[in-house]
């Protein structure tokens, strides 16, 4: 079975709600310019996600919805909604994950009990970073909190256009570097802020190889007794992590560097379709082709078959609860 662990679906109504549905691409900015994200016709058509999904070959698709980051709580219940209605039609294909406003307080994290505990949705997703918080905040632990008791998986996408860090902010390379650079704070904050000795429970998924973190991690190791805040290595926290295989489109470096530093029991296959491998976010998609042909390149690591049934989808699917 191959699980993708990112797939991003966005419910028309929404797109239409903010001014931001385009059949074309669409390339919508900041106040200030900065470009923040693409919006076109594949995010909310899922029977063509399906078709995509079957000529690739992945079976299963784990949905988030890049208008819910930083949206209402009134707009994460739409998604919610809607991401349950599709695994509802399309049951085994598309499994969901609830979002709802980090700070939202109690009646937000009630929304994560009704999404995960009445419409069936497998885990959660925010972002590395949310509203200039980073993800070692006190101010999360309610939310940390919630997930320990519901028990699913926390998917860590980068945020749109990441906060503090000045130099990033032209070329578009807030979206280009900065998410990635973002994405590798996110999971050394997580470490050195004691987020997982606090809630030894949690089980974050960091999207994009954690931003390339495998190729600092020496550096990390060796400089984390600096951070004075640990009580045990470096690596005895960063093994908890979970990373996910999307946003270098498939690139060999990526992931032979990723195979470097990461433990194969830590990875899961992800693509961040279809803002990957489509051409519309980047110049180089070759369609469900490069795909297939990353998902080759994975069946032909040097690693054995068990560790490599689980990367591309039984580690996902014991964290999503899909054994059952």
Known sequence: MIVDFQHHYVPKELAQKHGLYSEEPLFAKLDTGVPRLTMHARLYDAEMQLRDMDEAGVDVSVLSCLLGWDATLEDNRTINDSLAELQRRFPGRFVG?????????????????????????????TTSQFRGLPLDSEQLYPFYETVSALDVPIFVHPAMVPEGYGLLMDYDLARIL????????????????????????????????????????????????????????????????????????????????ALQGIRPDRLVFATDYPQDFTGVSTDTGKGMTALRDYIDAIRGLPL???????????????LLGLDS
Do not use: S
Request: proline share 3%; charged share 20%.
């Open 97 to 125: 994950l609830a979002q709802a406003p980090l700070l939202g307080g109690p009646e937000a994290m009630a929304e994560f009990d009704r999404a995960i505990g009445e419409l069936g949705l497998h885990g959660v997703a």
């Open 178 to 257: 900065g998410r990635e650079v973002d994405l590798a704070v996110a999971a050394t904050r997580i470490v050195a802020g004691g987020v997982l000795e606090r809630f030894p429970g949690l089980k974050f998924v960091i999207g994009h190889f954690g931003g390339g973190i495998a190729g600092v991690k020496d550096r990390l190791v060796a400089k984390a007794y600096r951070f004075g805040t640990l009580d045990k290595p470096f690596e005895h926290y960063f093994d908890m992590l979970y990373f996910d295989m999307a946003g270098f489109e498939g690139g060999t470096v990526a992931l032979g560097c």
């Open 304 to 318: 054995t078959d068990a560790d490599k049934d689980a990367i591309m989808g039984g580690t996902a699917a014991g």
